[in-house]
């Protein structure tokens, strides 16, 4: 299974973006998928995940109330929308899977997931 990550860019404060993580060669339906975020000399750190039948999802207290993490499981494919966001929410940003099929475990850690997409840029400008 491929992961691939989209919809980053450039965007105010106060504005909104959703991301894209399309699974591809595989099906991600017994895994659990997240995001993580990396800033410029920082570590990469948890956003969100969603277990494999959307009934448990998960969020940094960061984002909790402006992030919402969704998936589509006839396209294979995650969203992250993100709302009202700030400066410091500036950060490249990666999907992850990780095989969970009972899916009720709070999984955070990086080293936690299986599968990683390429990172994409989202930017907030002040």
């Known amino acids: 299974v491929q992961l691939q990550a989209s919809g980053g860019g450039l965007v105010q404060a106060g504005g909104s973006l959703r991301l894209s993580c399309a699974a591809s060669?595989?099906?991600?339906?017994?895994?659990?998928t997240g995001w993580f975020r990396q800033a410029p000399g920082k570590e990469r750190e948890f956003v969100a995940a969603i277990n494999w039948n959307g009934g448990n999802t998960d969020y940094a207290d960061s984002v909790q109330g402006r992030f919402s993490i969704s998936r589509d499981y006839a396209k294979s494919t995650m969203y992250l929308q993100m709302n009202s966001l700030k400066r410091e929410d500036t950060a490249v940003y990666y999907c992850?899977?990780?095989?969970?099929?009972?899916?009720?475990?709070?999984?955070?850690?990086?080293?936690?997931?299986?599968?990683w997409g390429q990172g994409t840029l989202v930017t907030v400008s002040s």
């Open positions: 060669s595989g099906t991600i339906g017994s895994y659990r």
């Open positions: 992850a899977a990780k095989r969970d099929p009972y899916g009720t475990t709070r999984y955070v850690r990086p080293v936690e997931y299986d599968l």
